[in-house]
T-cell receptor, first 116, second 113 residues
Framework: AQSVAQPEDQVNVAEGNPLTVKCTYSVSGNPYLFWYVQYPNRGLQFLLKYITGDNLVKGSYGFEAEFNKSQTSFHLKKPSALVSDSALYFCAVRILSSGSARQLTFGSGTQLTVLP | NAGVTQTPKFQVLKTGQSMTLQCAQDMNHEYMSWYRQDPGMGLRLIHYSVGAGITDQGEVPNGYNVSRSTTEDFPLRLLSAAPSQTSVYFC????????????FGPGTRLTVT
């Protein structure tokens, strides 16, 4: 079975400081990893994904994530946080196999608050 | 393109009532899915479909039915609403390959009293 863990329910960071939102995963095959963001009263929006290749993935709004196979992690990062980055962030994993090939498993979410 | 649309945005039901949550997409995506979002639990998959006429159960299917008669529409039916079904429901779609991102609708906030 595949699973995703986001160990921090809440992350606070000052505007202009770098931010990190953590994600670890557990799968039995090669993972496809995703980050989504949810603003209040909205649906989830795609930020970035790792499929294969370069371990550092760049996405929307200046976000990036680093895939670390040995640590089974896929942390979301941004060099300089903005107040507008405040939102709920979800990590998700999918594996390609028969049966549940297309099911996406989500973490519990991390609320990011950027303080002015 | 409108993307993924959901109706209604809000709904209040009494225990035992039934209703259908509507979902439509105009991106010609084969894969569609329904999730429920509860505080501290992330999103949990209810049902999904890999194409018209094909549906399957996700993690939490009990109390819900789906059908997929067209590529565009994927309604979710609550057969007999229970307070435990109070949640925010999201519909999503994607291409069938499995490596692409999912596009989410704006959600339906359902309260069962």
């Amino acid at each position: 079975a595949q699973s995703v863990a986001q160990p921090e329910d809440q992350v606070n960071v000052a505007e202009g400081n770098p931010l990190t939102v953590k994600c670890t995963y557990s799968v039995s095959g090669n993972p496809y990893l995703f980050w989504y963001v949810q603003y209040p009263n909205r649906g989830l929006q795609f930020l970035l994904k790792y499929i294969t290749g370069d371990n550092l993935v760049k996405g929307s709004y200046g976000f990036e994530a680093e895939f670390n196979k040995s640590q089974t992690s896929f942390h979301l990062k941004k060099p300089s946080a903005l107040v507008s980055d405040s939102a709920l962030y979800f990590c998700a994993v999918r594996i390609l196999s028969s049966g549940s090939a297309r099911q996406l498993t989500f973490g519990s979410g991390t609320q990011l608050t950027v303080l002015p | 393109n409108a993307g993924v649309t959901q109706t209604p945005k809000f709904q209040v039901l009494k225990t035992g009532q039934s209703m259908t949550l509507q979902c439509a997409q105009d991106m010609n995506h084969e894969y569609m899915s329904w999730y429920r979002q509860d505080p501290g639990m992330g999103l949990r998959l209810i049902h999904y479909s890999v194409g018209a006429g094909i549906t399957d159960q996700g993690e939490v299917p009990n109390g819900y039915n789906v059908s997929r008669s067209t590529t565009e529409d994927f309604p979710l039916r609550l057969l007999s609403a229970a307070p435990s079904q109070t949640s925010v429901y999201f519909c999503a779609s994607s291409f069938r390959t499995g490596v692409g991102e999912q596009y989410f609708g704006p959600g339906t906030r359902l309260t069962v009293t």
